[in-house]
């Protein structure tokens, strides 16, 4: 299990807990920005979706599909608002190193839901615009590099510094 971002002792920056905290805080809401972004763009795009003349050409696959794309977005909306939930619960009661273990699990969990959705997102285009089968290997190729870049790259040391 990888440590808590609070957890580090001493990475050699000098720092005390209150400002590792505030630190790793900050980072938490920089990478929060990024998933909001890409969460309100596939988000207007699904909505805008259903406006268009050829949404009544979804089949039954497709439209269930979208309805779950659409509740993705919506879930990864309401993770990222729960971290301005967790941080106004506590704020103020010196309690800066759970407000970034719980806003560290949110993040993750949120990646998770923005991965999922980049990923049906892509194959129901696909699908829709070339077939089912398009689709698929659309779908399962997003998962798939979804997997390699949360897991084996991480791993490989890829994302290790170089030594100097």
Not at 31 to 52: D, H, K, N, P
Not at 96 to 122: D, E, F, H, S
């Amino acid at each position: 299990m990888a440590a808590e971002p609070d957890a580090v002792t001493d990475d050699g920056r000098g720092e005390s807990a209150n400002e590792r905290a505030d630190r790793n805080w900050n980072e938490i809401l920089q990478e929060v920005r990024v998933t909001q972004t890409c969460t309100q763009i596939l988000g207007g795009f699904l909505l805008a979706v259903a406006f268009q003349p050829r949404f009544t050409e979804l089949d039954g696959v497709q439209l269930v599909l979208y309805l779950t794309l659409v509740s993705l977005a919506g879930a990864s909306t309401l993770l990222g608002l729960s971290l301005v939930v967790v941080h106004r619960r506590f704020f103020g009661k010196r309690q800066k190193g759970r407000i970034v273990r719980v806003g560290n699990r949110l993040l993750m969990a949120n990646l998770v839901v923005v991965a999922l959705l980049i990923a049906g997102v892509t194959g129901l285009i696909f699908d829709f615009a070339w077939n089912r089968g398009a689709g698929l290997v659309a779908l399962a190729a997003a998962l798939l590099l979804s997997v390699v870049l949360w897991v084996f790259v991480p791993l490989s040391g890829a994302a290790e510094e170089p030594d100097e």
